[in-house]
């Protein structure tokens, strides 16, 4: 497995986060995004628990944060470069992201973010 600390595994997180367009980070609404070693499905690299923007209505109101979680382990025993790492947290956080807007995974998966 691929080592990289988790200091090392959130800043490339933050930095898939900074690649996503503004335009659609001010379109985001009540989310945070996580960081965690290991998910009970230890195949998933992230996940999205919320409800999507295209499912609110008026009583969509003093709600907790939807959760975009990104695991690091299951990132990393699948990759084998530093490089392989980065590419894989972009395409888990913008598949994530999309699951916040309403997109599923199968639209995901055309699109090549599966």
């Known amino acids: 497995m691929l080592e990289m600390t988790r200091e090392e595994f959130e800043e490339l997180v933050s930095l898939a986060l900074d690649r996503v367009p503004p335009e659609l980070m001010r379109l985001m609404d009540n989310v945070a995004v996580f960081v965690e070693e290991e998910p009970e499905d230890r195949e998933l690299l992230g996940l999205y628990e919320g409800t999507p923007l295209t499912e609110?209505?008026?009583w969509y109101a003093g709600?907790?944060?939807d959760r975009i979680t990104i695991y690091r382990g299951p990132?990393?025993?699948m990759c084998e470069t530093?490089?392989?790492v980065v590419?894989?947290?972009e395409i888990t956080v913008v598949?994530?992201?999309a699951?916040?807007?309403g997109i599923d995974d199968e639209r995901l998966h055309e699109l090549g973010y599966g």
């Open 63 to 65: 709600v907790l944060p």
């Open 56 to 58: 609110r209505g008026e």
């Open 99 to 101: 699951h916040h807007f």
């Open 95 to 97: 598949h994530e992201i």
């Open 75 to 77: 990132t990393l025993r």
């Open 82 to 84: 530093r490089e392989d």
């Open 87 to 89: 590419a894989e947290t």
